[in-house]
């Protein structure tokens, strides 16, 4: 089976569900708190484990009570945790408001993630032993590039999901296979606020977009052919947190196994409709069987 690498980020997920997110100055009551574990590498490594991929995550958690829980997440899911080292020092966390929609904004405080600022022999050689690299930007960018340069360096193929946007160097996009933002981020990153616009200038550094867009589904564009509105399933979203992750992690497993685009879309929209019918990140993820029944 073609391995999976995950070089990101471990988060404990500290997540108020209100009715409406509080404004700034404003203070709201809310009715739910919960904590989920999350953080977008790792929940992007769940999702591929229980997707029925073999999963390695590297990155960092720290030495305090949340360290451990967000270890076994992992390792519960079926994900390779030999190269999840732990810091000393807080895990990293995100604190999260939930609104009644199921929409979600969040505060990431990075703690342990932010040690992971290079990569040692044992982690270059399990990115240039697998077959796909997954990517986020949680971790400092230092490791992000180096890990996207030896997955280039080794015909690995790389996907990155640019969460949290920020503006991204050309020694990463020249060494990024398929990237994968949502349309918010693919706004920040091109200039345009539509879609397909959207699209059609980030193909000119990347070979592969897939924009997600939520309840619309996801635009696919590759180079040479025409873009593509792949359909979401109708659902209702009590929480959309890890929702994205869900679908590139799902997305990975699909190409892994040479299923044809179409299909890894559809596979990858139906676990994400199944992850935002239920609460939490990591916690609301679909196992293979659920998704092939979706
Ligand atoms: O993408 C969702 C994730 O973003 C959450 O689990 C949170 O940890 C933040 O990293």
């Given at each position: 089976m073609t391995r999976i690498a995950v070089l990101g980020s471990t988060n404990m997920d500290l997540v108020a569900y209100t009715e409406r997110a509080p404004r700034l100055g404003e203070t709201v009551t809310g009715r739910e708190f919960r904590t989920v574990p999350g953080g977008k590498g790792a929940n992007q490594a769940?999702?591929?484990?229980?997707?029925?991929?073999?999963?390695?995550?590297?990155?960092a958690v720290g030495d305090d009570a949340y360290g451990g829980l967000?270890?076994?997440?992992?390792?519960?899911?079926?994900?390779?945790?030999?190269?999840?080292?732990?810091?000393?020092?807080?895990?990293?966390?995100?604190?999260?408001?939930?609104?009644?929609?199921?929409?979600?904004?969040?505060?990431v405080i990075p703690g342990a993630n932010a040690t992971v600022t290079a990569l040692g022999p044992g982690e270059i050689a399990a990115i240039a032993g697998a077959g796909l690299l997954l990517l986020q930007?949680?971790?400092?960018?230092?490791?992000?590039?180096?890990?996207?340069?030896?997955?280039?360096?080794?015909?690995?193929?790389?996907?990155?999901?640019?969460?949290?946007?920020?503006?991204?160097?050309?020694?990463?996009?020249?060494?990024?296979?398929?990237l994968v933002p949502n349309e918010h981020e693919a706004a920040e990153l091109s200039g345009f606020a539509?879609?397909?616009?959207?699209?059609?200038h980030l193909l000119g550094r990347v070979p592969v977009v897939v924009i997600t867009l939520g309840a619309k589904g996801c635009l696919y564009a590759a180079r040479g052919t025409e873009p593509v509105l792949f359909p979401a399933?109708?659902?209702?979203?009590?929480?959309?947190?890890?929702?994205?992750?869900?679908?590139?992690?799902?997305?990975?497993?699909?190409?892994?196994?040479?299923?044809?685009?179409p299909e890894a879309?559809?596979?990858?929209?139906?676990?994400?409709?199944?992850c935002v019918q239920r609460p939490g990140a990591s916690a609301s993820m679909p196992y293979r069987t659920e998704i092939e029944a979706a």
């Open positions: 769940v999702a591929a484990a229980r997707a029925g991929g073999d999963v390695l995550m590297i990155g967000l270890r076994d997440n992992l390792e519960h899911s079926g994900v390779d945790t030999d190269l999840l080292h732990t810091a000393e020092g807080p895990s990293g966390t995100a604190h999260i408001v939930v609104d009644s929609a199921g929409a979600n904004a969040i505060v930007l949680e971790l400092p960018l230092s490791a992000v590039v180096e890990g996207a340069r030896t997955a280039r360096a080794q015909g690995v193929r790389t996907i990155l999901t640019p969460s949290p946007v920020q503006p991204l160097p050309a020694e990463l996009l020249d060494c990024v296979d398929l539509d879609p397909w616009a959207a699209a059609d399933p109708e659902v209702t979203a009590v929480d959309t947190t890890g929702a994205g992750d869900t679908f590139v992690g799902t997305l990975a497993v699909a190409l892994a196994e040479h299923r044809p685009v879309l559809a596979w990858a929209a139906a676990a994400a409709a199944l």
